[in-house]
């Protein structure tokens, strides 16, 4: 692996992480398993993407710890497990903790690894789109409570993350389809080029052609690394990449997490399409635009609880302070900006 394929994320006075894009991901594990390297590294394997890509089991060795994965094992339960196990195998503070999987077992092991001996070496192998373009790069952690999504973290960025696109060809359809939905947030908030390129590519990402794949994959983490090396503890710019999220994380919670995190997350974005053109801060041929290009991902709006069933959630969210609930409001294919709103309004139901 040569640096040329890897992008640097250096925030000033934090924690340097590098992506690196890679062809044979169970090559890259075996590696990071070397006899040299072994009586330090655990690996961490989600038993879905054990499923899924056979190889990657193989490669992550029968020492491997393996985790059910999925939203619903992101709990205290299986946190508690994690580190109790490490530290039953003589996890020291030198030690690298590996996690192969999707983004919530990314999610987990990351805030297992900045928990454990007050924080070892984290390595991510992203076995989903969702974990490549998002969970896996710039360094949030977090498990699921009852009453809300994400609610118990911390910052802990991996040392290395290591992208294999090939992997994310191959998931189930709602699994890719989740994964192309944090694409289009990445698009519709932060990126027009990558907005511009979805829009011609949409037809070959949906039938997961290869070479758009890996080119949308690069583009969205170098975009979310260019606002993740500017404000990696998401005191300001890094708030933008929760568009759809507040919406997103409230279908989630009130579904008792059987909802799919990418495809809430598809709904928050129409949801917040429409809001801002509600609210005059984008054009409606702008909201119709960045909504056909949700279509043509194969992510249309669906049908949304009553509202009052989501306040509480809502009023929940990590972004909620006394002066109102911080939301992320698209303003052009590409751009978008942070709004005040109380939860109700942002519920429309004020
Ligand atoms: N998933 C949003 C962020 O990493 O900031």
Not at 6 to 30: E, K, M, Q
Request: charged share 20%; proline share 6%.
């Amino acid at each position: 692996m040569s640096d040329t394929d890897s992008l640097l994320c250096a925030p000033a006075g934090w924690r340097a992480s590098r992506i690196r894009f890679v062809t044979d991901a169970a090559r890259a594990v075996v590696a990071l398993r070397a006899p040299e390297l072994a009586p330090r590294t655990f690996v961490v394997l989600d038993a879905g993407a054990a499923r899924a890509h056979p190889a990657l089991r193989e490669a992550a060795g029968p020492a491997a710890i393996e985790l059910a994965g999925g939203e619903r094992g992101k709990d205290f339960a299986t946190l508690e497990l994690l580190l109790r196990e490490l530290v039953r195998r003589g996890v020291t503070r030198d030690a690298r903790v590996v996690a192969i999987g999707g983004g919530a077992h990314c999610d987990l092991v990351g805030l297992a690894a900045s928990l454990c001996l007050r924080g070892v070496e984290l390595v991510l192998v992203p076995s989903t789109l969702l974990a490549m373009v998002d969970a896996s790069v710039g360094g949030k952690t977090a498990i699921d409570l009852p009453e809300g999504k994400n609610l118990v973290g911390s910052f802990w960025p991996a040392s290395e993350v290591l992208v294999d696109v090939g992997l994310a060809a191959t998931p189930s359809e709602p699994e890719f389809r989740a994964g192309l939905a944090e694409l289009a947030k990445v698009a519709i908030g932060i990126d027009a080029a990558l907005f511009a390129a979805c829009e011609r590519d949409a037809a070959a990402l949906l039938a997961r052609d290869a070479a758009p794949l890996a080119a949308a994959v690069r583009a969205a983490v170098a975009a979310k690394l260019r606002i993740v090396t500017a404000d990696p503890l998401e005191r300001g710019e890094r708030r933008l990449l929760n568009l759809g999220h507040t919406l997103g994380h409230a279908l989630e919670a009130r579904s008792g997490y059987a909802m799919p995190h990418g495809l809430a997350v598809a709904q928050g974005l129409h949801h917040v399409l429409g809001l801002a053109v509600e609210l005059a801060l984008l054009s409606s041929a702008d909201g119709a635009r960045c909504a056909a290009l949700l279509d043509a991902l194969g992510l249309p709006a669906g049908p949304l609880p009553p509202p009052a069933e989501l306040l509480d959630f809502v009023a929940r969210d990590k972004k909620l302070d006394a002066a109102g609930l911080t939301v992320v409001l698209p303003t052009a294919p590409g751009s978008s900006r942070l709004v005040k709103l109380s939860p109700r309004a942002f519920l429309r139901m004020a």
